[in-house]
Every structure is written in C-alpha cells, then in structure tokens.
C-alpha cells in the first residue's frame, strides 16, 4: 500500500513539474514577446522608404505563401519545441531562455533600421491606436486570426523572425542527433523559401537573422552553462 501510495505520489509531482516548465516557458516566451512589441509598434508609426532589393525583384510573389506564411512558421516552430519537450527537457529551457534573448533582439534591431515594407503602401506611418493595437497583438486568439497593426506589421524587417525561430531551432536540434537535426534544416529551408517566395524580408533581414542568431546562441550557451540559478532550475525540472 506505501508503495503504490508512493509511485502515485511521485508520478503527480512529476506531472506537476511538467505542467510548470510548460506554463513557465509560455509565459516568458509570451512575456519576451509583448515587450519586444512595444519598440516595434512605436517603429510601425515611422515613415520608411522601401530598400532596393535585387532577389525581391528577381522572385515573384507568391500570394498563397503571403497569405499562410504565419500558419506554416507555426506549425515547423511548435512542432519542434514540443519534440524537445518531450525528448529533453535541458534542451528545451536553453532553447526558450535562447529563444527569448532573439525576441528581444528583434525589439532593438527593428527600430534602429527602419525600412520600409518591401511591397504595397507604407500604411501605418498614417497613425494607429498604439494601445489598441498592441493588446490586439499580445492577444493569442486574434494573432492566430491574423490580428495586428492594421492585420499585419509592415516594417517589422531587420532581422527576419521567421529564419532566426527556425534557425535557433537547428541549432538545438543537432542535440537530438542526426535525424532530428536534419529535419530541422529541412523546416529552416522551406521557412527561407517561404519568406523569400512571400517577400516578407528584405535579403540582409535573412542574412541578419542568420548571423545575429548564432551569435545570440553562442553568448547564451556560455551564460547558462556558467549560471548557477539555471542549472538549479535545470535539475528541479529535469
């Protein structure tokens, strides 16, 4: 009778501790993400010349990929995180916590460049409710509908989100062996083709993402490894 009172204690708080890494993860991912809004809306008010693109014009726009692009990010971006949920936890909490880091970078990045939508009309530089907008935008439900600055973020360029999630996603991957990270690389191709095809980015957005990412990676992996906080953590979840 102890032990089966004993091994329905343990597989309860074993389901407690999963079910915290998984709040726990969403809400600072979800909380990294409103803040990173925050520069990036007031940057949306900004009026911007579009950038001279010389693969922009050799490719034709693809009006299927503009019009799912979020969806097919989504299903590659959630799919993954949720494999390295269940293989190893480590991984994922580096993978978030890294995760969180690019999210930011996006805030100070986007405003510092401030180019111009790569196709149609600069429309947000006329003027929006910026609070409306933003409890729009943090709103996981409208955001799925495609909710935002007038539907959608126009200058939200430098550095493409879209490559830097999937990126940072191959780059964890390669932990889980060849297979795994070779379908990462597969998901991260077919994002590029997305976004090139969609002409969501400018060609530096791709490159910036690429090589911002990996640096952020690398800065990360050496603090988490030095932090004694993490690897508490890391061990209470593991």
Known sequence: ?????????NKLRSLYKTLSLLVIAIFLRYLCHSIMLIPVLLNEKRSAPRVPDLFLDFLPQSDFLLRYNYWLWLVCYLSMAFYFFIKKRTLFMRFIVTDSFVSIARG???PLTTF???FGDDINAIGFDFWEVWFSMINPFNALAGGGALRYLTKDMFFSGHIATTFL??????????RVGLLALVFNIFILLVVLFSHLH???DIIGAYSITFSIYIV???YLSKSK???ALTYYFA
């Open 1 to 9: 009778m102890n032990r089966l009172a004993q091994q329905k204690e």
């Open 116 to 118: 111009g939508p790569p």
């Open 220 to 222: 990360s992996e050496l």
């Open 169 to 178: 996603i191959f780059l964890y991957a390669r932990e889980l062996g060849k």
């Open 229 to 231: 906080k993490f690897k």
């Open 108 to 110: 100070l990045c986007i």
């Open 202 to 204: 400018y060609a530096v």
